[in-house]
């Protein structure tokens, strides 16, 4: 036993996008410029990140309508893999939300 290291500590991360925070919102910002959907509002979509970076369970828990909800929805599930996160050092299913705006590029 280490007298430098008395206590455990527990490791804990949350999941990233790829490239973090900035690659995220360029790939909204592209997604959006692509989308055919007109309105204004923010959708928040919260999801799980599984071990292997999957999105899983993913849910509207901030609506601006059932159009934008399902842009929303269907942009934040078409997300590429992403970071796990991390409990003691492992890989752990983590939860995660992403904000989409719309009407504001």
Known sequence: ??????????????SEFPGGEVFLQAYLKKKLLHSDVSGKGDVVISFKVDKKGNIYGAEVTKSAGSTLDTAAFNIVTGMPRWRPGLTNGQPADKPASVTVSFGKQ
């Open 1 to 14: 036993r280490s007298t430098l290291f008395p206590y455990t500590t527990l490791f804990r991360s949350a």
